[in-house]
């Protein structure tokens, strides 16, 4: 479904992906783990086309999407969260959401008073609830992100990523920051998308919840590829374990 093709981004001298191949399956959770600094949230910045490769390609269902720019990614059906949440603290939570929607509108201005922006926002509405009502939170429509748990946070931004009914998610340390049970309802909700026939991308340190969910796991180190499998492999890899022990040792 996504191809990643000798993917290179540098920043000056600084080589933070090197010529990475990745192949992910459609409706499969795929993994992308290594150390501080390997180049994972790069690779994703390139696949989401935030930043420019300096060379190779990326393939979406047979399309590059090497020249586009990232609001069309959202309309091939595309959408990702970030590491950093990034949800807008002036609006509640129904807005930040629909924030995840107003890219499928497609139409014009003088459309914005029109029976079809009307069916659009009804629309709007209908997914807004669904997709609430799925990862529980619907109770917290009116709410302001400061008057949130962390946890909750995470959920409305995995909301609006779904809002554009994607084929694709990126996740990007869904995990990060958040207890015990927090990290359980994520490990749940990641795996009831796949259910629903998404395919994942998914970007995390919890070693944990990446054995538990993952089908395939690709493992990068100083902007490469050292390894790629299902995690009993990836877990029994000596290469793998070098690196992990290796960043402890240095923590
Ligand atoms: N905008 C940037 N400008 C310069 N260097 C950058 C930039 N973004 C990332 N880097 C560098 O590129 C390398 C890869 O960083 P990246 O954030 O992709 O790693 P990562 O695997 O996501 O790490 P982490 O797990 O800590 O998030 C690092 O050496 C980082 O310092």
Not at 143 to 153: A, D
Not at 168 to 177: K, R
Not at 190 to 205: A, D, P, R, W, Y
């Amino acid at each position: 479904m996504l191809q990643i093709k000798d993917v290179r981004v540098s920043f000056g001298g600084l080589i933070a992906v090197k010529d990475m191949n990745m192949n992910v399956k459609k409706g499969t959770i795929h993994s992308l783990i290594g150390p501080n600094g390997a180049g994972k949230t790069t690779l994703f910045n390139a696949i989401t086309r935030v930043i420019q490769p300096d060379k190779g390609d990326v393939i979406f269902k047979s399309e590059s999407l090497i020249n586009l720019t990232p609001e069309k990614i959202i309309y091939k059906g595309i959408s990702r969260t970030f590491q950093n949440l990034q949800l807008f603290q002036g609006m509640n939570v129904y807005d930040n959401i629909y924030s995840g929607f107003v890219h499928n509108y497609k139409g014009n201005l003088f459309e914005i008073f029109s029976k079809k922006k009307r069916d659009f926002d009804i629309q709007t509405k209908n997914k807004i609830l669904e997709v609430t009502e799925l990862l529980q939170i619907k109770n917290r429509l009116n709410s302001y992100p400061s008057q949130l748990p962390y946890g909750v946070l995470k959920r409305v931004e995995i909301a609006r990523a779904m809002v554009s009914d994607p084929e694709l998610l990126l996740f990007d340390e869904p995990a990060a920051g958040l207890n015990h049970n927090e990290t359980s309802e994520i490990r749940d909700i990641i795996k009831m998308l796949k259910s629903n026939g998404k395919t994942i991308l998914l970007v995390e340190h919890d070693m944990n919840l990446v054995m538990k969910v993952s089908d395939e796991i690709t493992v990068m180190s100083f902007g490469e590829k050292i390894a790629e499998g299902v995690p009993e492999e990836i877990a029994n890899n000596e290469e793998v374990i070098k690196v992990y022990l290796g960043e402890s040792e240095n923590a």
